[in-house]
RNA sequence: GGUCCCAUCGUCUAGCGGUUAGGACGCCGGCCUCUCACGUCGGUAACAGGGGUUCGAAUCCCCUUGGGACCA
């Protein structure tokens, strides 16, 4: 019984975007799943392209989903003897050939070809070439079969079949000595034992091509399942114009990693009518067979309810954890009591999307003072309830120990004693602590603002509340 | 241009010859209510089109259309 090792293969020109880390998921949950294990490998080998921050950048978001690899990376620029060995062997075994085409000749015959209403395809003149013109340059070019049928059984799409005479006899080394993509990995894979490569089926033509090099080279064939890709909402690839498509971007835009996975994993896959799967599940429950054939779209809106709901049920001291760096970014103190912190978050927490939403909304608890704006007060501080607001303050100062309970009580009190219903005053109270009109319930929130801090923006809004009305007074008479 | 892939509500999808075509997001409405939310109840909305096969097709086959990918 052979272990399953998959791998993810990302070329660092860029961010890891939501494709790639669907790729990389399922990859990942494939191996977890049968007990195996995960491979990372950069491929790198467009020196051009390649950069080094787009590598950290890749390792960060795979970090941050906790993609865990088991080995790797593998950098594909420090295996180019691998690949040109193999070019050796595939020369040595008579399965490719020297191409001395040059690059204008080749332009030409396409040209041609093109115009004769002909495939643009090779057409094979050093296949045939005997003797070797040496001291020019010369690429090497892989003997594609000139008849039958390549066959790739994929675990995705099922059984596609490609004519043999409808490849081309690719090239495998440029002239220039480097080795090309479809070469690189199936040395890769092969070397490194993987034994299902799952990819976005933009590579499913190339399969055939691989498949052809694979028995070639005498090595076992992998198990191939490709992927289908996610496409914007205009149907198009996925790109800048529709929003982030960074996965380190989200992190920024404080969405939770578990909810980023959850809606990659039922993007293009399902297991009956479940939405919600923890890590565990989507291990346990993961399989090839119910992944979609189709491209499938990016909602946003899906995300953010995904979001939302680990938003609501991650516990507090855990969200408060990771809600710190939203605080800091935004500029506020960091509150240095942590379980103080996890109960702000806990009122909290079933009102905002992301994390950068939370903070917003929990603005008025993590500045000093907060700003009443004379016009609500006005609205809300009628002359009428004055008197029954002045009582409350009074209540609030005896409230002991200070906690929602005993909140409520001082409200109720209050509400039997002027015949107030709750929503009377307590819009005013809000006013005057969060200087708005919405907040989690009056209670929690007095309850976790604290007596003191409580007592020294109701009071200030009373002063101007006195003020308004005064000034309505002298200006009515 | 050639080859290949794909096709169920707007979106993600269940369905794998017999269902009032189910769920979820979104949207709309009711309830709950100290504001906003949460929650809860209900509603809206789909088998791309046409041929076959079959007693019976969303499901199997073919064609068309429409998307997408790859090779250049």
Redesign the pocket.
Known sequence: MSEVRTRFAPSPTGYLHLGGARTALFNYLFARHHNGQFVLRIEDTDRERSTAESIQAILDAMVWLKLDWDEGPYYQSQRVAFYLEHAERLLASGHAYRCYCTQEE?EAK?EQA?RA?R???YDRTCRQRNEQPGGRPYAVRFKTPVDGVTVVEDLV???????NC?L?D??IVRSDGSPT?NLCVVVDDAMMRITHVIRG??????TPKQILMYRALDYPLPAFA?L??I?G?D???LSKRHGATSVLAYREMGYLPDALVNYLA?????H??Q?IFTREELIEKFSL??V????????A??L??VN??YM?TTPPPELARAVKPFIAARGYDLPGDDSWLAKMVATLQ??AKTLVELVELGRFYLIDTVEIPPDLVHKHFKREILPALERLRELFATVDPWCPEAIQRAFERVMSEFHL???KI??PV?IAVTGG????????VLDVLGQARTLRRFDSALTLARQLVALEATGTT
């Open positions: 080749l396409r093109l209403g495939k643009p395809m799409k099922g059984h596609v079949a490609f004519e409808e081309d690719l090239i993509y089926d933009d590579h499913l033509t190339n490709h289908p890709q496409l909402p149907r198009t690839r039922r993007l293009g896959w399902s009956g009518d939405e067979d119910h979609g054939k189709s491209a499938g779209i990016y909602n809106e899906k953010e309810w939302f709901h609501k079933e009102r219903g709750l929503g307590a819009q809000r009109t919405v907040s989690p319930g009056i209670f929690e």
